[in-house]
T-cell receptor, first 115, second 116 residues
Framework: AQSVTQLGSHVSVSEGALVLLRCNYS??????LFWYVQYPNQGLQLLLK??????LVKGINGFEAEFKKSETSFHLTKPSAHMSDAAEYFC?????????????FGRGTSLIVHP | DTEVTQTPKHLVMGMTNKKSLKCEQH?????MYWYKQKAKKPPELMFV???????INESVPSRFSPECPNSSLLNLHLHALQPEDSALYLC???????????????FGPGTRLTVL
C-alpha cells in the first residue's frame, strides 16, 4: 500500500521569499515520486519526478525537490517565489501494487503569493 | 505533440440528459484515465484503460460509462447524473502503467460539469 501526506493545505509566502511545500510518503516498496502543479481552471502539469539516482531533482520554473529515504520525504522548494507560482500543488507516489503502477495523490497544497 | 485535449470545456446538463465527454491524445500512450476532481481536492481516479481495454473501475456508479474507441480516444458517457456529480472531469494519458512506475501522466484541461 502507498500513501502521501502533504502538510498544510495552504502555504502563504511573499514574493521573493523561499517556497517550501512538504510531502511525506508511505510505501512498502521503492517509490517513484512526483510533484504536479495545477493552475486555476487547468489540468495538472508535471513539475518534476524522482525515479532513481540523484536524490536532488530539478524541475521546471525553478522548482526542485530532494528525496530523503530516511525521512520518507520529498519536499518541494523554490528559492524565490513569483506571483505566477500561485497554484495548487500535488505530490504523488507510485509503487508496484496489484501488478500496476497507479499514482496516489496527496490532498494538495494551495500556494498563495503576496506582493 | 504532448497535448491532451478535452471537449467540451464546460457542460451544463439536467438530471435526465445524456451527454458525453471526449478526450484525445496523439502521444502513442496506451494507458488513458478518467479522474473526477472537486474544488480544492486531489483528482479521484474513476477508470483506467490499458490498450483500449478497461483495466480499472474504481467502483464508479453505472450512470458513468467509459468507452475507448481506439488508442487515441477516450469517451465518458453520462446519463441520469445527480447534482453531486458536478465537478471537473480530467482525462490523462501515460505510457503503460504496468511496465514502470516512473511514467508521468499528461493531463488535459478538463471539462467543468454542472448538473442541475
Amino acid at each position: 500500500a502507498q500513501s502521501v501526506t502533504q502538510l498544510g493545505s495552504h502555504v502563504s509566502v511573499s514574493e521573493g521569499a523561499l517556497v517550501l511545500l512538504r510531502c511525506n510518503y508511505s510505501s512498502s516498496v521503492p517509490p517513484y515520486l512526483f510533484w504536479y502543479v495545477q493552475y486555476p481552471n487547468q489540468g495538472l502539469q508535471l513539475l518534476l519526478k524522482y525515479t532513481t539516482g540523484a536524490t536532488l531533482v530539478k524541475g521546471i520554473n525553478g522548482f526542485e525537490a530532494e528525496f530523503k529515504k530516511s525521512e520518507t520525504s520529498f519536499h518541494l522548494t523554490k528559492p524565490s517565489a513569483h506571483m505566477s507560482d500561485a497554484a495548487e500543488y500535488f505530490c504523488a507516489v507510485t509503487s508496484l501494487s496489484g501488478g500496476s503502477y497507479i499514482p496516489t495523490f496527496g490532498r494538495g497544497t494551495s500556494l498563495i503569493v503576496h506582493p | 505533440d504532448t497535448e491532451v485535449t478535452q471537449t467540451p470545456k464546460h457542460l451544463v446538463m439536467g438530471m435526465t440528459n445524456k451527454k458525453s465527454l471526449k478526450c484525445e491524445q496523439h502521444m502513442g500512450h496506451r494507458a488513458m484515465y478518467w479522474y473526477k476532481q472537486k474544488a480544492k481536492k486531489p483528482p479521484e481516479l474513476m477508470f483506467v484503460y490499458s490498450y483500449e481495454k478497461l483495466s480499472i473501475n474504481e467502483s464508479v456508479p453505472s450512470r458513468f460509462s467509459p468507452e475507448c474507441p481506439n488508442s487515441s480516444l477516450l469517451n465518458l458517457h453520462l446519463h441520469a447524473l445527480q447534482p453531486e456529480d458536478s465537478a471537473l472531469y480530467l482525462c490523462a494519458s501515460s505510457q503503460d502503467f504496468r511496465l514502470a512506475g516512473d511514467n508521468e501522466q499528461f493531463f488535459g484541461p478538463g471539462t467543468r460539469l454542472t448538473v442541475l
